[in-house]
T-cell receptor, first 114, second 113 residues
Framework: AQKITQTQPGMFVQEKEAVTLDCTYD???????LFWYKQPSSGEMIFLIY??????QNATEGRYSLNFQKARKSANLVISASQLGDSAMYFC???????????FGDGTTLTVKP | DAGVTQSPTHLIKTRGQQVTLRCSPK?????VSWYQQALGQGPQFIFQ???????QRGNFPDRFSGHQFPNYSSELNVNALLLGDSALYLC????????????FGPGTRLTVT
């Protein structure tokens, strides 16, 4: 069974500062992918970044980076230079390598203050 | 390049009725997964379709059924609607065997009264 834990129900950050959203996971699958999605109030789930379990380097996509620590089973999302438009719900998800189902955490609501 | 599309956007149904939701995957994708997202929670996996067959299923009753067509589009059917079926239904598309991509559609918000 897979489990994703996001321990921060809500986070606040000042505009232009960096913020880290926590995610820990548990799985027995030897190969898997980790995803972060942004969900604004409109409801659409927007893909942000992906990290494969065998990737040696941490993934980066523009202002997003994933701090992957396999031994600790953590996959934290770092958003640099926060913008007001970053205010949304953020979900961490895991998916086995064999294209199976994705398991999501309960999400973190990020509020960016001007 | 068209992304994942879903229809309708919103739907209001009465308890006991049946509903059909539709999804077209992103161009180049052949696998469709459906998720149910209740208010304030993360999405829960319903099932996944590839090559017109249900490949995996989450912990949902048989009232939830689906179909995939030769053009890879998919339908989600829910029979005998309950108030608890009110949720945002998300469709995700991906390429079978390629784990690093999964894109979601805008969702269908179903309200059961």
């Amino acid at each position: 069974a897979q489990k994703i834990t996001q321990t921060q129900p809500g986070m606040f950050v000042q505009e232009k500062e960096a913020v880290t959203l926590d995610c820990t996971y548990d799985t027995s699958d030897p190969s898997y992918g980790l995803f972060w999605y942004k969900q604004p109030s409109s409801g659409e789930m927007i893909f942000l970044i992906y990290q494969g379990s065998y990737d040696q380097q941490n993934a980066t996509e523009g202002r997003y980076s994933l701090n992957f620590q396999k031994a600790r089973k953590s996959a934290n999302l770092v958003i640099s230079a926060s913008q007001l438009g970053d205010s949304a719900m953020y979900f961490c998800a895991m998916r086995p390598w064999a294209a199976g189902k994705s398991t999501f955490g309960d999400g973190t609501t990020l509020t960016v203050k001007p | 390049d068209a992304g994942v599309t879903q229809s309708p956007t919103h739907l209001i149904k009465t308890r006991g009725q049946q509903v059909t939701l539709r999804c077209s995957p992103k161009s180049g994708h052949d696998t469709v997964s459906w998720y149910q997202q209740a208010l304030g929670q993360g999405p829960q996996f319903i099932f996944q379709y590839y090559e017109e067959e249900e490949r995996q299923r989450g912990n949902f009753p048989d009232r939830f059924s689906g179909h995939q067509f030769p053009n890879y589009s998919s339908e989600l059917n829910v029979n005998a609607l309950l108030l608890g079926d009110s949720a945002l239904y998300l469709c995700a598309s991906s390429l079978w065997g390629n784990p690093d991509e999964q894109y979601f559609g805008p969702g269908t918000r179903l309200t059961v009264t």
